[in-house]
């Protein structure tokens, strides 16, 4: 499995020096640096230590005016930066630590780095948040850009000299619509924030644990009148969590000011957690998080706010994992909500989870039957990750928090260290056929449904939306029309949507509006909870 993780405890200089020199006698120059903390902090700091290495070429030609502000891996462009790691507990100010990027790095050893120009950054992921909102976060430590000649005759040093700062997620980018950045004060005015702590959460976990979100109230909402609204529940995907959705707020406020959107109450829902997204599913890893919404936060929000609180007046919207968990709330749940428009959702029946049929004899992630490297990623149809690419950089990024790595703490069973246990192995891609037949008697969504069909119609038929894109950047449609099938096969009334060349990035977008599919899908739930509402004419979408 996965390569063990260094974790050291540096007690003094003196040990840290015998230890770079005793690492030099058994390793190539080359793969030896020193980080050392040196102004970034004044106390002493535990966390995963980065290092992020780019050709110095490629990187100054991709930068403006030729100034690299930030030297970071991604895994849209696996050979962007080369990335080690490692974990350092109690690093003193002032106290250098050894990393050797031979025993934890993507795509290889840095003792495989051609002999040329780099430039380079230390980045040291105080709390383990790298992976779970993909990339650096306020108070992560850094070091400044530094350029390093490989091989290097000593190990080159890098110094961690400051913290990145908090930001206000109300700052809105240069690029939000003016109309947007005018009303954000009013905005901010109708949002209330969610801080709740689930009886049930914690209860689980054996400490209080908080939902988090925002409550956005419509224009001219009064709570001293009668008047109630329907209420979406909206959430992330992978990487997202409660401040990266304040744009989202922002532009719904502004819509439904301006009448491009119906009055309704929005619950945006924080699902992001240390082990990754949480996907509001009860699980024996994450605890019971569709338990702590729908029985626990849900009633509470009713009770405080004028929300409909009927089932035709609830409605759930979310996209990539989001709309994975929306779905899965949708058919878990179908009594309590009137409806979900799930947009791209992570795969909701496991015979093709992204291209791969992880019920297959010896199924394996990264190759097929061929020996070919299966895909991940794509844009305008052109691979850019692979799934072992993905997957072998994410574990150098850090053990909690992934994407593979999320979908393990949702959906597997615990293991005998505590943990999920993995679903495949990250060396060979060797899929655990126990692992997911567990995966398939538990959160198999189409599985689920051709079991329970009886009993769900009811509560279900007509209440599935789903839209994706037929060249989702993430495979996406693959899953989706296998779900299609097995509805369609049940009988069932749904509506599945499969927007022309669209992909996972630009599926909401029609022209210069970032936001009109979500405007569509508002009217269309609007419809259901105020019948013979007239709402302006359908977007062409589909």
């Not at 970034?40 to 110095?56: E, I, K, N």
Request: aromatic share 10%; hydrophobic share 40%; glycine share 8%.
């Amino acid at each position: 499995m996965a390569a063990a993780l260094l974790a050291v405890c540096v007690t003094g200089a003196g040990t840290a020096w015998t230890e770079l020199a005793r690492a030099e006698q058994s390793a190539p120059a080359q793969s030896l640096f020193q980080i050392e903390l040196d102004g970034a902090s004044q106390q002493p700091v535990s966390g995963r230590l980065l290092l992020f290495a780019s050709d110095a070429k490629a990187a100054q030609a991709a930068a403006k005016n030729g100034k690299v502000e930030m030297v970071d891996a991604s895994p849209f462009d696996p050979g962007q930066a080369w990335v080690a790691a490692r974990e350092v507990t109690h690093l003193q100010p002032g106290q250098p630590v050894t990393l050797d990027a031979d025993q934890l790095a993507f795509p290889a050893a840095f003792s495989k780095l051609p002999p040329g120009d780099y430039l380079m950054q230390a980045v040291l992921d105080v709390d383990h948040g790298y992976n779970v909102v993909d990339g650096r976060v306020p108070g992560d430590l850094v070091s400044e850009v530094v350029p390093v000649h490989l091989p290097a005759t000593s190990a080159p040093v890098l110094k961690l000299t400051r913290a990145l700062p908090t930001s206000d997620p109300w700052m809105l980018s240069a690029q939000t619509p003016a109309a947007v950045r005018q009303l954000l004060p009013q905005a901010r005015a109708h949002t209330q924030a969610i801080d709740f702590t689930s009886p049930a959460l914690s209860a689980f976990w054996g400490h209080p644990i908080a939902m988090r979100g925002r409550v956005l109230l419509p224009p001219g909402y009064d709570a001293h009148a009668a008047t109630r609204y329907p209420t979406v529940y909206y959430t992330h995907g992978y990487g997202g969590n409660n401040d990266r959705m304040v744009p989202v707020l922002a532009s719904v406020y502004a819509a439904m000011s301006k009448g491009e959107m119906p009055p309704m109450i929005w619950v945006f829902l924080d699902e992001s957690g240390y082990t990754g997204t949480v996907e509001f599913a009860d699980s024996v890893n994450n605890g019971p998080w569709g338990q702590a919404l729908t029985a626990e936060l849900i009633p509470a929000l009713e009770a405080k706010y004028h929300m409909d609180a009927t089932p035709n007046g609830r409605f759930l919207n979310g996209h990539s994992s989001g709309g994975w968990a929306t779905l899965w709330l949708q058919t878990t749940y179908p009594s309590i909500f009137g409806g979900t428009w799930s947009t791209s959702p992570d795969p909701s029946d496991f015979h093709d989870f992204v291209g791969v049929d992880l019920y297959a004899p010896n199924a394996n992630l990264y190759r097929d039957a061929q020996g070919k490297q299966r895909p991940f990623l794509r844009d305008q149809g052109k691979v850019i990750a692979t799934l072992e690419e993905f997957s072998k950089q994410e574990r150098v990024a850090g053990e909690y928090g992934g994407q593979m790595s999320s979908f393990e703490w949702v959906f597997s069973p615990r293991g005998k260290d505590g943990r999920p246990m993995p679903m495949f192995d990250r060396d060979t891609g060797a899929i655990d056929p126990k692992v997911m037949s567990y995966w398939h008697d538990h959160y198999d969504i189409a599985y689920r449904l051709q079991q329970q069909w009886p009993q769900l119609k009811g509560d279900l038929d007509g209440k599935i939306h789903l839209y994706v894109g037929s060249v989702d950047s993430a495979y996406l449609e693959g899953p989706a029309h296998k779900l299609k099938a097995v509805l369609d096969g049940l009988g069932a009334k749904s509506d599945f949507r499969f927007l022309p060349a669209k992909g996972h990035f630009d599926l909401y977008t029609l022209g210069d509006d970032r936001y009109a599919l979500l405007k569509d899908i508002s009217w269309q739930m609007y419809a259901i909870a105020r019948p013979g509402t007239k709402a302006p004419a359908p977007l062409i979408l589909h």
